[in-house]
Structure formats: C-alpha cells, structure tokens
C-alpha cells in the first residue's frame, strides 16, 4: 500500500517544477529526468552520454542520491557542471524542491542539456514532475524482464524507455520480447531504445532520441538544436 505522504508529492499541477521548467526553458535548457532501480545503469548512461557529447554539447547533471556522493564525483570526471542532492534516509526520491535549490548552483546560460538522475528506486506511485522536459525510464538486462510488467507507472508515464546493459545479454535468462511487449502494453507507441552504455551499442539512437526531443520543446531555431549539425 502507498503511503500517502508518497502520493501526495506527485500532485499535478506541480507550481515549484512549473518554476523550475520556466527556468530552463528561459536559459534554454533541455531537462531530461532520468529514472530506474538500484544498478540499472543510470550514471552509466549519464557517463556515455557525457564523453559522447561534451564539449560540444554542454551537459550539466544533478545526481540525487540518500546520502553518498559518489555518482557525482563519477560524473563529475566527465562535466564540470555537477550538483548532489542528497534526499536522506527519510527522501526516497528527489523532489522539484531539490532541484530548484540545485539549479541556483548551476550556471544555465553556459548549459544546453541537463540531466537529473533521481535515487534508485523502482517503488515509486508515478514519475514526479520536476521540473524536466522529458522523461526517462531505465530497466537492465540483469534486473529481469518482468520489471516494466511489475512496475507500470513507471512505464506508462515515460517518454521513452531504456534497456541498458544488452551486453549481458548472452550470459543471463532475459526474455527480450517478453519485455518489449510489455513496454507497448502499458504505453503503446512509446520510444524503447535498447542498448549498452558501457560498451556503447545502441548510443547513436540515444543521441538522436535527445536531438528529436530540442526539436519538440525549443524548434530547429532553439540554441541547443546545433548539438548535432
């Protein structure tokens, strides 16, 4: 059973992620929020997407974790644009709140693309609102293929829906179309892009997935759209 408390901070209109989104979209930032479980992959992903990216593209991260900052300092090898969150024992998850006091450590005018990775966790009643354009949803391969089945609303309210770490595919039980017909179940016609962030399969997709993304919130005349020629 949901603890109210949990319900309650996903309430819709959000006017502290409206702020935040207001923010962005002025500096012209896109914001994409990424979610998923414990050891999907998502500051992997992140990592991937940095050295693929920067300086070209300049990318900012807020990492948001319980207590450790270590995701940051992984990350933050790869951008200078960095900021924790640490929600603590009693915060399972970031809220518009964190991130709007994040934002006031970063510098936008300087960024195009933001990235914020939410705690690891898959217990969640839907994707908050925080402020971010777009929404992102992280399974692995080494979760199982039962998790989008098991934990819809994280699926039905995503954007698009990542399966990383593809190169375990030969070397555990993980039924692929089992998962991808769960993912157009509980959101037809949703974006899944399968692939490998540590070895780099299936990033182009993920690269042109962002690009489609500057094109739907800011236009071709937005200032990131010459992230990719």
Do not use: Y
Not at 29 to 46: D, E, H, Q, R, Y
Not at 74 to 103: C, F, K, Y
Not at 156 to 184: I, Y
Not at 193 to 219: M, P
Request: with cysteine.
């Amino acid at each position: 059973m949901q603890a109210p408390v949990i319900s309650n901070r996903f309430q819709s209109p959000n006017p502290i992620a409206r702020i935040n989104r207001d923010a962005l979209r002025e500096a012209g930032v896109l914001a994409v929020g990424i979610f998923g479980g414990p050891g999907c992959g998502k500051t992997s992903l992140i990592s991937a997407t940095i050295a693929r990216l920067m300086p070209t593209v300049r990318v900012g991260v807020i990492a948001c974790d319980v207590g450790s900052h270590r995701d940051a300092d992984r990350i933050g090898r790869g951008s200078p644009h960095v900021v924790q969150v640490n929600t603590g024992l009693g915060g399972s998850v970031v809220e518009a709140s964190h991130v709007h006091d994040a934002l006031r450590w970063l510098d936008l005018p300087s960024l195009d693309l933001l990235l914020i990775e939410n705690v690891g966790t898959l217990a969640l009643p839907g994707i908050p609102d925080v402020g971010q354009d777009a929404s992102v949803t992280v399974f692995s391969v080494a979760a199982g293929d039962d998790k989008a089945d098991k934990h819809p609303e994280l699926v039905s309210g995503a954007d698009l829906v990542v399966l990383n770490k593809t190169d375990l595919l030969a070397s555990v039980p993980f039924d692929v179309g089992a998962f991808r017909g769960d993912v157009g179940r509980i959101n037809p016609g949703v974006d899944l892009i399968e692939l490998s962030a540590i070895k780099g399969d299936g990033l182009a997709r993920w690269v042109a997935w962002l690009r489609g993304q500057v094109v739907v919130v800011g236009g071709e005349n937005d200032k990131a759209s010459h992230w990719f020629g």
